[in-house]
């Protein structure tokens, strides 16, 4: 009798065990892990570089924004105009095309760089592609991607994910860049432009913040 109630204890004590811990790993979201979350608690933008070659960059930034919903992330994101506010060397931005429910947006973006006592510009066309939670437990995406400079750039990507999480939000960046073997000033735009997106979640989260 005293072996079954320990066997039939032992196996309560299991189960609770393996629900536990069912239930914290399913409170840690996809992407993150029980460091990068106490790391980010701290207003920290964790960086986690997968490839970084002459030709290549691609990296994974995540964070959190405190009292911030993925909604105001996102309607941030599309106000093209207000970039220049947000970034010194973006001189102007414009939205040029946009469907009727803001999902798919074309932008324009004219920078003036400083490389030392060189300045040069870039004239960028980009897409927005979005996606809207639907309710305040659901996340939201937006994926970004440069049109034009295929001579220079073969591809520039910036993958946005937007997680609810406590009383804010995490917030996962993947940034995919590969540049033409042949281009012209090829290091000088890639370090910009790794530069330009590294700081792009630190500039949000002060604006939204606010």
């Known amino acids: 009798m005293n072996t079954q109630i320990k066997t039939v204890g032992l196996g309560l004590l299991c189960l609770v065990v393996s629900f536990t811990q069912q239930a914290f790993s399913a409170s840690i979201p996809e992407g993150f892990t029980e ?14 570089v997968r490839k970084d070659t002459e030709d290549e960059f691609h990296a994974f930034h995540r964070a959190y924004y405190h009292k911030v919903s993925p909604d105001s992330f996102l309607k941030l994101a ?5 970039y220049a506010a947000l970034f010194e060397e973006v001189e102007d931005a414009r939205t040029l095309e946009s469907n009727s429910d803001l999902t798919e947006l074309t932008y324009a973006m004219d920078l003036k760089i400083k490389v030392g006592f060189i300045s040069f510009f870039l004239n960028g066309k980009g897409r927005h592609t979005v996606s809207y939670p639907e309710t305040a437990e659901d996340e939201g995406q937006v994926f970004n991607e ?3 400079y295929k001579d220079k750039v073969l591809k520039l990507t910036q993958n946005i994910r937007l997680v609810p999480y406590k009383e804010g939000m995490l917030v996962e960046q993947e940034l995919v860049l590969k540049m033409h073997p042949d281009a012209s000033s090829k290091k000088t ?9 590294t700081r792009y979640l630190n500039t949000f989260r002060t604006e939204l913040e606010k």
């Open 189 to 197: 735009i890639k370090d910009y432009l790794k530069k330009f997106l």
């Open 146 to 148: 440069l049109l034009n």
């Open 35 to 48: 460091t990068v979350l106490e790391q980010v608690a701290t207003g920290k933008i964790v960086a986690e």
């Open 78 to 82: 599309i106000n093209h105009p207000k």
